[in-house]
T-cell receptor
């Protein structure tokens, strides 16, 4: 178990640029989640994949955000035309198939700073 | 409205002391309640998971309790250590992927 890996750990970019983050879940986990966390708050749900299917998207995920998990393994989260309000920690988590009582395993996140 | 509220917002204790963190929720349907520890700059790490039928769960010096009738949970930390300094997040699952996160309690353990 190598854990959930996220890259890059930090991203600084100018407003209006596009950014892409990558998440590599634990290999045997078929469920993958993206969250956004701002300072002093708990994570907020963005989207959920079961294998390669994106089954749910939060209203927080505007049309500037897109997530993919093309082969049911790693996932990418892209933000287009970044805005200052996008500055946050973007967390990825994975969990195995089951009755929903399995813990989510989180990566250490990508911290995005918009200048 | 589904909500998870945690108290206190922050807490300072001396090393070796015990403390209890609170979580109240108004979430329906209820599947399970989880406590996570999040170190600064890191992702959350699972401490305990409790289903509706469980009222206590321990993980080392961490003991979580659940009262499903009053919709309250607590996390008790025994004999605190400097490494316990972190945010502790209460999370309630509605089932499947749907989870509601609290804002966390920031714990500072001083030597």
């Amino acid at each position: 178990d190598t854990g959930v890996s996220q890259n890059p750990r930090h991203k600084i970019t100018k407003r209006g640029q596009n950014v892409t983050f990558r998440c590599d879940p634990i290999s045997e986990h078929n469920r993958l989640y993206w969250y956004r966390q701002t300072l002093g708050q708990g994570p907020e749900f963005l989207t959920y994949f079961q294998n390669e299917a994106q089954l749910e998207k939060s209203r927080l995920l505007s049309d500037r955000f897109s997530a993919e998990r093309p082969k049911g393994s790693f996932s990418t989260l892209e933000i287009q035309r970044t805005e200052q309000g996008d500055s946050a920690m973007y967390l990825c988590a994975s969990s195995p198939q089951g009755d929903g009582n399995q813990p989510q395993h989180f990566g250490d996140g990508t911290r995005l700073s918009i200048l | 409205k589904n909500q998870v509220e945690q108290s206190p917002q922050s807490l300072i204790i001396l090393e070796g002391k015990n403390c209890t963190l609170q979580c109240n929720y108004t979430v329906s349907p209820f599947s399970n309640l989880r406590w996570y520890k999040q170190d600064t700059g890191r992702g959350p790490v699972s401490l305990t998971i409790m289903t509706f039928s469980e009222n206590t769960k321990s993980n080392g010096r961490y003991t979580a309790t659940l009262d499903a009738d009053t919709k309250q949970s607590s996390l008790h930390i025994t004999a605190s250590q400097l490494s316990d300094s972190a945010s502790y997040i209460c999370v309630v699952s509605l089932g499947g992927f749907k989870t509601i996160f609290g804002a966390g309690t920031r714990l500072f353990v001083k030597a």
